[in-house]
C-alpha cells in the first residue's frame, strides 16, 4: 500500500507540474492508485505484460474518465493524461538508445520495439476509454 500511495502521490504531482487544479490532483491520485492496484493484481496473476500494463491504463483512465462524465467542471485532459504516466516504459527506451548509440543494434531494436509494445497497450487502454464515454 505504501508504493500505491507514493506512486499515486507523483502522480498527482505531475498533474500539478503540467497545470491541473487541487480537484484534478484528487483524481489523478485516484486514478493513479485504481490502476497500478489493477496492474499489480494482473502481474500477480501472472498475465501476458502488454495486458497488465493495458489494464492499469484502462482502469486509471476509466477512473478519470468517470469523473468527467459525472459532469464535473474539470480540464480533464490534466487528469487524463496523468494517470498513466506511471505505465511509461522509460528505462526499457533509455536503454533502447544506449544500445544503438553502443553498436548493439539488434539488442536496441528488440528494447525498442518492447517500449513500442508497452507504449501501444497504454495507448490502446486510453483510446478504450475515450471511445467508452465518447470523449472530446
Known amino acids: ?7 499515486s502521490l507523483s502522480g498527482a504531482a505531475f498533474c500539478f507540474t503540467f ?3 487541487w480537484l484534478e490532483m484528487v483524481i489523478t491520485f485516484g486514478a493513479t492508485f485504481c490502476g497500478l492496484f489493477m496492474r499489480q493484481e494482473a502481474i500477480k496473476r501472472k498475465f501476458n505484460p502488454y495486458i497488465c500494463v493495458y489494464v492499469g491504463s ?5 477512473f478519470a474518465g468517470a469523473f468527467v462524465k459525472a459532469g464535473l467542471n474539470i480540464n480533464f485532459e490534466h487528469a487524463f ?7 511509461i516504459p522509460g528505462v526499457p527506451l533509455i536503454n533502447c538508445f ?14 525498442g520495439i518492447n517500449a513500442l509494445m508497452f507504449a501501444l497497450a497504454i495507448a490502446l487502454g486510453l483510446l478504450s476509454v475515450v471511445l467508452i464515454f465518447n470523449l472530446k
Do not use: C, M, Q
Not at 500500500?1 to 506512486?7: A, D, G, K, M, P
Not at 484502462?58 to 476509466?62: E, K, Q, R, W
Not at 493524461?81 to 505505465?87: G, I, R
Not at 544506449?98 to 528494447?111: K, M, P, S, Y
Open 19 to 21: 497545470g491541473g487544479k
Open 98 to 111: 544506449t544500445d544503438l548509440i553502443d553498436g548493439n543494434i539488434l539488442n536496441g531494436v528488440v528494447r
Open 58 to 62: 484502462f482502469v486509471a483512465s476509466l
Open 81 to 87: 493524461a496523468t494517470s498513466v504516466l506511471y505505465l
Open 1 to 7: 500500500i505504501i508504493v500505491l500511495t507514493f506512486v
